[in-house]
């Protein structure tokens, strides 16, 4: 579509409503708190929220990802920047007066030889957005995730048939327990689509990529699906969508209910496929 700045922020809102509604991800009464990591789709996400009225709270988490590169403290100044211009309240969580160590200084103390914190890194930050929404009185939990990046993922898990995750994916996951409901407002937005209402709307953010993010398997998996998307324009929107409504209908039989037993970590009492700790509790436990 060729839209002016003012009918691009109109149909963005109307979409982003739209999506709010299709999914039922917001109730009268919840109290959202938004992930915002100094990036264009979890402030424009931030932005867009309020522009629909909804109250909504941020979260930065300071994961201590600077050696070489200053990104988490770059990324923190991008989001108290923003906050600040705006009047909103923001958060901050820091990983290192919590527990003792950075993000990857749990990652090289745990994976001794690796070089790749990412999944350490997505652990923490998961475990720790929750445990902040839970403690604070907020029982949602809204990401900027975009299409590009569902797609990615569901390209990943269609790879190896990760029916833990394929059951897991989808744009609302329930609350339950300790677990807010996690919101994705943005998923049937292209990434370009994000970049483009950021940049219209004046949204200043760090556009470095975290050091480590080089030569995932997550970017490769982009690439691939941009290099499908020129030869098909809109097939990315249509494989992810296809996989939501079959999921929606049964005709995929992998639910999310039947993936969780009701079990909970002993320690921090959020609900974990193991018996005893949760993989986050494992992760900190020499540091209690």
Known sequence: MALCKDHFNEWFLQHTASTIKKFRMVNEGDRILAAVSGGKDSLGLWDALTRLGYAVEGLSIQLGIDAGS???TLSMEFTRKFALARGLILHELH???EYNETVPEMFVRSHPGDN????TCGLVKRHELNRYAHENGFNVLATGHNLDDEAAVLFSNNLTWNTDQLGRQFPVMEERGKFARRVKPFVQ???RETTAYALLNGIE???DECPFSSGSRT????SILNELENDQPGLKYQYFQSFIERKKTGLLKISESQLYEEKFCKQCGQPTSSADLCAFCRLVKPQN
Do not use: M, R, V, W
């Open 70 to 72: 200053q990104y988490s």
């Open 95 to 97: 990983i290192l007066q």
């Open 116 to 119: 790749k914190p990412c999944s």
């Open 189 to 191: 937005f292209y990434e």
């Open 205 to 207: 953010y760090i556009e």
């Open 219 to 222: 970017n490769h998996y982009k």
